[in-house]
């Protein structure tokens, strides 16, 4: 699609660049404070209302990042007590900064200052200054994650939301019904396509299926679960609810991956003491029908524990502030996990009240609930209605995001940047 003419800042997008020099500059910008100069090459703009409303945009993120490794990225946020929030969940050279004020100088001097290629806008609110001069300056405009405007402080406007709604190239809408009000308000019917909300969490750990297998034959379909990235201040919780639930299924195996690798010897040796029959991971043990917690403790495998596992507890939710290295609840769902997770929730709370909502995860909150929590779902029945749930919600907005993607390149491509 070629950009719009018209405006006085239309040469500002006219420059270009080779491939792969899209992020210099990126990290120098930073997070938040704008301190930096454009990066040079291709500039994709995403606006988001706050962190509760952009669980998709890491995942869109990584996928254009896929697609093009040159493409730098910034997110603007319209809350700004939630951009340290957002920066933590996306890549680390996103660069993060508070919206311009919604005057004509302050919107000019951001789209001089930044130049951006194209821009998606997953905000069901809008800003007309913005939106208006980013159209007027030629800058394709994408709005995803749409929905009908009925309660965004519109409704004393309504020529205006018509005619915003208009300088979007594309809209894609949460569902038939919302495609159906927004066009509606005047979008062109050839301009709009239900999709769904944009992807959340992240795509599925990775493994190797000869690995997979080689340790299901092992676990010979034995019950099993899994504490993964569990904190020092939670393995006794963990292993008394894992006692408890013996006591109802005693070939239950309980696979403890430790948030820091390197605890797991002193873990095992711990456990051992104790009495239980263990086998250690980086020792090349095998969980055998007679080992009762098995310790995992090589870094970068939770792909493959989570595909043996049906029930995950996210460690770090269950005991401490929560307010970092609480495990993503969407990388199990992603692989078939249902999710147990406790009150500590830190970046993820949107995402487990959202697995909540669709009986996806399941809170606890010490070693009595937790083990109600593990034995309840050691029925198959249940286990894989809340696994099927979680898988549902992790790829529900595929084609969402897939769409996204293919409007950002196929812009980009017309720019020739």
């Not at 018209?6 to 006219?14: E, H, Q, T």
């Not at 390197?262 to 456990?271: S, W």
């Not at 502030?321 to 609480?326: A, L, M």
């Not at 937790?370 to 549902?392: C, G, I, Q, Y």
């Amino acid at each position: 699609m070629a950009p719009r003419k018209g405006s006085s800042l239309g040469g500002f997008f006219s420059s270009k660049s080779k491939r792969g020099a899209a992020r210099r500059g990126a990290a120098e910008a930073g997070a938040g404070g704008g301190k930096g100069l454009r990066p040079e090459g291709a500039l994709a703009w995403i606006h988001v209302s706050n962190s509760a409303e952009s669980l998709g945009v890491p995942e869109l993120i990584e996928r254009l990042r896929d697609a093009r490794d040159d493409v730098a990225v910034l997110v603007t946020t319209a809350e700004r007590d939630t951009d340290d929030l957002l920066a933590s969940r996306l890549p680390g050279d996103t660069i993060v900064e508070p919206v311009p004020a919604s005057t004509t100088v302050d919107v000019a001097r951001f789209l001089e200052r930044w130049r951006p290629d194209v821009c998606v806008w997953a905000d069901n609110r809008f800003d007309p200054t913005l939106i208006a001069a980013a159209d007027e300056a030629g800058v394709p405009l994408f709005l995803v994650d749409a929905r009908v405007p009925g309660r965004t402080g519109w409704r004393w406007l309504p020529g205006m939301r018509r005619a915003l709604l208009r300088r979007f190239d594309f809209v894609i809408a949460v569902d038939a019904a919302a495609a159906e009000g927004l066009a509606g308000l005047g979008v062109p019917a050839d301009r709009i396509e239900a999709c769904g909300f944009l992807q959340e969490g992240t795509a599925p750990l990775p493994c190797s299926s000869a690995e997979r297998d080689s340790v299901a034959e092992v676990l010979a379909a034995r019950p099993v679960w899994l504490a993964a990235g569990v904190s020092g201040a939670e393995v006794g919780i963990v292993i008394d609810a894992h006692r408890q639930a013996m006591r109802r299924a005693h070939r239950l195996l309980l696979i403890v991956a430790p948030q820091d690798p390197g605890d797991g010897p002193a873990l095992a040796t711990r456990l051992d003491e104790e009495g239980w029959v263990t086998a250690l991971r980086s020792q090349d043990d095998e969980p055998g029908p007679e080992v009762e917690v098995f310790v995992a403790d090589v870094p970068d495998e939770l792909g493959l524990w989570y595909r043996l596992s049906p029930i995950a507890l996210m460690g770090g939710s269950l005991a401490g502030t929560g307010k970092d290295r609480v495990q993503n609840p969407y990388e199990a769902a992603a692989l078939g996990s249902a999710v147990l997770y406790g009150p500590h929730l830190g970046l993820w709370r949107e995402s487990f009240e959202r697995l909540r909502s669709v009986g996806a995860a399941r809170a606890v909150s010490d070693v009595e609930s937790l083990t109600r929590a593990v034995e309840f779902l050691l029925a198959p029945d249940v286990v894989a209605k809340m696994a099927t749930a979680a898988w549902e919600v992790t790829t529900s907005g595929a084609e969402a995001t897939d769409r996204a993607v293919a409007l950002v390149l196929d812009a980009l491509d017309t720019r020739g940047v």
